[in-house]
């Protein structure tokens, strides 16, 4: 679309999976009759005799020869149709019609304005009583969120943020957090075919004004404020973002089940180390809210007995190259190993940067790594384009210090860790800001 829009003929090749969510995009950007021509899914880790025979096929879509759609699509000259363009209504409306609260609850379902299980219906008296819990006026704009790049941006207020906190069954102290959340400019329902999530983390006094839970059962389904302020953000996002459809505007193959409610709260009392929020330039009497992209992958360790470095490097290989971890351990575990010498989460990070290690070969035999890493190599960023210069048996790094993060939170019944896949963008946001 960028170079049809700089007046160079193109064509862009997609998977046909993509077909909807491509046609949807140029839509979207005003340019409804972009040239699109489709390839069988999937192209990555082809030998080129296969990619060549891709070429040699009909386009899945149309049925028609591949190189003739593409050449057609180079070549043919640009319609009134192409021309004209497209624009599109993007307020909705404030209000529902009234009607039975069955048939309302039926109709938020057929919309997908909800994530499928029961909500409570946001009545005008309702989001009144949850906008009571910020000084802030309903026609407030709180920020701008898409599912996924090459869609338009939409803006939203306070007043829709609270509806959508009500659906969740939050209450409205809770609210100053899902704004600041809100306000990340992170969705928790993005779009990738790796089926990110995000993981959101409160730190700060706020945790215990609201009752949020770090201590026995913090990663669960055992509070009343953990839960529905993930669940809020979750619902915020696709409701006030242009939607999360499967197809259209979603194309995670597995989909993700942290993208129900994945809200942690930090054990910054328990804990023998600074909480996240301080690392990051914060005070430690500050409420802030921090968000994670990823949830590829999660893995379990327990304790730190005597091989403890050994299970770690096995988990930290077991990463994927892409996407740095997010160690999320009981305080227990993190005093056992302040007892083993890492006094510091800047002393666990750097061990663990040290220590996770790939030959070069698995390094880039990694897709992400080729689709991802790669194009940086080339472009000589640092580490990557050492890395992409390595004999195959060379032991590299497979992540910088600076991605790797580590979050204490639990009940210290057992000493356990999380390992999760997450990265962290420099987003925290003052919850103070939206009281």
Not at 93 to 103: A, H, S
Not at 212 to 221: E, F, H, R, V
Not at 277 to 282: A, E, I, R
């Amino acid at each position: 679309m960028a170079l049809e829009t700089a007046g160079v003929p193109a064509v862009a090749v997609h998977a046909p999976i993509f077909e909807g969510v491509a046609r949807s995009v140029a839509q979207m950007n005003g340019m409804p009759t972009t040239r699109q021509a489709f390839v069988p899914q999937t192209i990555m880790g082809r030998t080129p005799v296969e990619l060549r025979a891709f070429l040699e096929r009909n386009d899945p879509v149309s049925k028609r020869p591949l190189m003739q759609e593409i050449m057609e699509g180079l070549t043919g000259p640009l319609t009134e149709e192409d021309l004209k363009g497209v624009s599109f209504e993007r307020t909705t409306p404030r209000l529902l019609e009234p009607d039975t609260e069955e048939r309302l609850h039926e109709l938020f379902i057929k919309n997908s304005w909800t994530d499928f299980l029961p909500i409570v219906l946001p009545t005008e008296e309702r989001v009144a009583r949850m906008l009571s819990g910020t000084s802030h006026p309903p026609d407030e704009v709180v920020g701008r969120l898409r599912p996924t790049s090459g869609r338009e941006y939409w803006e939203f207020t306070v007043e829709k943020v609270a509806v959508n906190a009500v659906m969740a069954g939050a209450r409205p102290e809770y609210l100053p957090v899902i704004l600041a959340l809100a306000a990340s400019g992170m969705s928790a329902r993005s779009s990738s075919t790796t089926s990110f999530a995000t993981i959101s983390l409160v730190n700060g006094p706020i945790r215990k004004e609201i009752g949020m839970n770090c201590g026995i059962g913090a990663l669960g389904p055992y509070n009343h404020a953990n839960a529905t302020i993930g669940r809020a953000y979750g619902l915020l996002s696709q409701n006030l973002q242009g939607g999360s459809v499967p197809g259209d505007t979603y194309m995670g193959s597995l989909g993700n089940w942290y993208a129900y409610s994945a809200t942690i709260a930090e054990n910054e009392e328990r804990s023998p180390w600074e909480p996240f929020h301080v690392q990051h330039g914060f005070k430690s009497e500050d409420s802030t809210v921090s968000t994670f992209l990823g949830g590829w992958y999660t893995q379990a360790l327990f304790g730190t007995r005597d091989t403890w470095e050994q299970k770690l490097r096995h988990c930290l290989t077991a990463c994927e190259p892409y996407l740095a971890p997010l160690l999320v351990l009981d305080p227990l575990a993190a005093r056992g190993l302040v007892e083993r010498g890492l006094e510091t989460k800047k002393k666990l990070i750097n061990w663990c940067a040290e220590n996770a290690r790939l030959t070069a070969r698995e390094y880039w035999d990694n897709p992400w790594t080729q689709t991802l890493i790669r194009p940086l190599a080339l472009a000589g960023v640092e580490p990557y384009a050492t890395h992409l210069e390595a004999a195959p048996d060379e032991m590299l790094r497979m992540f910088r210090n600076q991605d790797i993060n580590v979050v204490v939170t639990g009940g210290e019944t057992t000493s356990a860790w999380r390992m999760i896949g997450a990265s962290y963008r420099g987003n925290t946001v003052s919850i103070e800001r939206w009281r």
